[in-house]
């Protein structure tokens, strides 16, 4: 009878308690400043997103001597930007400038460091309680970047960003 008792009380608790639904902000990058125009707009992908509505998707920067696109990845949860060199020629290149305090740039998909220049970067944000490295000397909103041109630096980039609230996305929290 122990037994049988053991077993009904471990089941009650595995079935009422072993999957919790949470729901987690979702937040989106919102760039504003000299140079960046709207492109585009658009809905994140995410599955079980609700309470969302349209939002800006794509961004240009453009200076005199060159443009870059600026896609919010849609279908990742954390804020994350595709920056895109205009020129397909390969002759613009970006590199990480590395004057962010949290997030970073990645290779697509997640979570892998690089060196170097790429045409193609993948900037996250993470908040700052997730950095190792956060420090008062840098910003968290920030996206920042060389853009070179045949090998020669023709620009530096301090992209701000704001972080706007679209909608609650509905996560699994298993105990």
């Given at each position: 009878?122990?037994?049988l008792k053991i077993?009904l009380f471990?089941?009650?608790?595995i079935?009422?308690?072993g999957c919790?639904?949470?729901y987690s902000n979702y937040?989106y990058m919102?760039?504003?400043?000299?140079?960046i125009a709207v492109?585009?707009?658009?809905?994140?992908?995410?599955e079980?997103?609700?309470?969302h509505g349209?939002?800006?998707t794509g961004?240009?920067?453009?200076?005199?001597?060159?443009?870059?696109?600026l896609?919010v990845?849609?279908?990742?949860?954390?804020?994350?930007?595709?920056?895109?060199a205009?020129?397909d020629?390969?002759?613009?290149?970006?590199e990480?400038?590395?004057?962010s305090?949290c997030g970073?740039?990645?290779?697509?998909p997640?979570r892998?460091?690089?060196?170097?220049?790429?045409i193609?970067l993948?900037?996250?944000?993470?908040p700052?309680?997730?950095?190792?490295?956060?420090?008062?000397?840098?910003?968290d909103q920030?996206n920042?970047?060389?853009?070179y041109?045949?090998?020669k630096?023709i620009?530096?980039e301090?992209?701000?960003?704001?972080?706007?609230?679209?909608g609650?996305?509905?996560?699994?929290d298993?105990?």
């Amino acid at each position: 009878m122990d037994l049988l008792k053991i077993c009904l009380f471990s089941f009650s608790v595995i079935y009422f308690v072993g999957c919790v639904p949470q729901y987690s902000n979702y937040k989106y990058m919102v760039f504003s400043g000299d140079g960046i125009a709207v492109l585009k707009k658009g809905q994140a992908k995410l599955e079980g997103l609700s309470g969302h509505g349209e939002m800006v998707t794509g961004y240009m920067l453009s200076r005199d001597s060159y443009k870059i696109k600026l896609n919010v990845d849609l279908n990742s949860f954390w804020p994350s930007v595709f920056l895109i060199a205009e020129i397909d020629d390969g002759s613009v290149l970006l590199e990480d400038d590395n004057r962010s305090q949290c997030g970073g740039f990645y290779y697509f998909p997640y979570r892998n460091k690089f060196e170097g220049r790429k045409i193609e970067l993948r900037y996250e944000w993470s908040p700052p309680f997730l950095c190792a490295n956060a420090s008062p000397s840098k910003s968290d909103q920030v996206n920042s970047i060389k853009v070179y041109r045949e090998g020669k630096l023709i620009g530096n980039e301090l992209i701000k960003f704001e972080l706007d609230l679209n909608g609650k996305v509905l996560n699994i929290d298993s105990v």
